[in-house]
């Protein structure tokens, strides 16, 4: 498999582009400012886009270049796409994403973590009105614990889409495993799988907190 391949198993695809790998390392140190976070953030947002939709169907449709007519490639009409947030940090990610794809509808979902329990507790909740005419890709920069994740997925499957898939920065192999425990369906799309988890629910090597990182709080 050359390095710019995605590997890829049946439930997860890592996302090797050098562009991507190189961006992340940047992501991860320590001494990376806020703005540059914040910026690299919307860069990798816009590189993982990329990879996550490169089998959207396309239709032909005739069109006239400035020299002759001729059948081109377009986007089939009948898969829209609806991007939805898990704040706060998913907006880093979404920022990029809506650069390349700018017609596609967003929706949010607020979910903060317990510290002591680790579980997601809602504060928000938004979606368009027509998402089960649509496909779903859930964003989100760490895909942790998983408890996030789970908590968003299953609030969004109430609403019956037509597919989801979920889009991280990083994963640990704990929140891979606990996320396809509850949902086998649905497919992650990350830049990189760390090692594990600390006592704190914390990505290791990771980035830190995600969220206070882009937005310059603790």
């Not at 050359?2 to 320590?30: D, G, S």
């Not at 680790?118 to 496909?135: G, M, N, S, T, W």
């Not at 895909?143 to 609030?155: K, Q």
């Amino acid at each position: 498999m050359r390095a710019t391949e995605p590997a890829m198993t049946a439930k997860v695809t890592v996302i090797n582009h050098p562009l991507v790998q190189h961006k992340l390392t940047l992501i991860r140190q320590a001494d990376t400012s806020t703005a540059k976070f914040r910026q690299l953030l919307k860069e990798v947002g816009m590189l993982l886009a990329y990879e996550v939709t490169r089998e959207l169907p396309l239709k032909y449709e005739e069109i006239q270049t400035p020299l002759a007519p001729m059948l081109a490639p377009m986007l089939a009409p009948d898969k829209k796409m609806v991007i939805v947030s898990i704040m706060r940090a998913g907006m880093g990610l979404l920022d990029g994403i809506l650069e390349l794809m700018p017609s596609a509808r967003v929706g949010h979902i607020g979910l903060y973590r317990d510290p002591s329990t680790l579980v997601a507790i809602e504060y928000y909740f938004k979606l368009p009105h027509d998402v089960a005419q649509r496909d779903i890709l859930v964003v989100d920069p760490m895909l942790a614990t998983g408890n996030s994740a789970v908590a968003a997925v299953d609030r969004i499957k109430e609403f019956s889409p037509m597919s989801i898939k979920f889009l991280c920065l990083l994963a640990a192999p704990e929140g891979i495993e606990h996320f396809h425990e509850q949902h086998p369906d649905v497919p992650i799309f990350t830049a990189a799988i760390d090692e594990h988890l600390d006592e704190q629910g914390y990505i290791l090597p990771g980035l830190g907190d995600a969220g206070d990182r882009l937005y310059g709080t603790k």
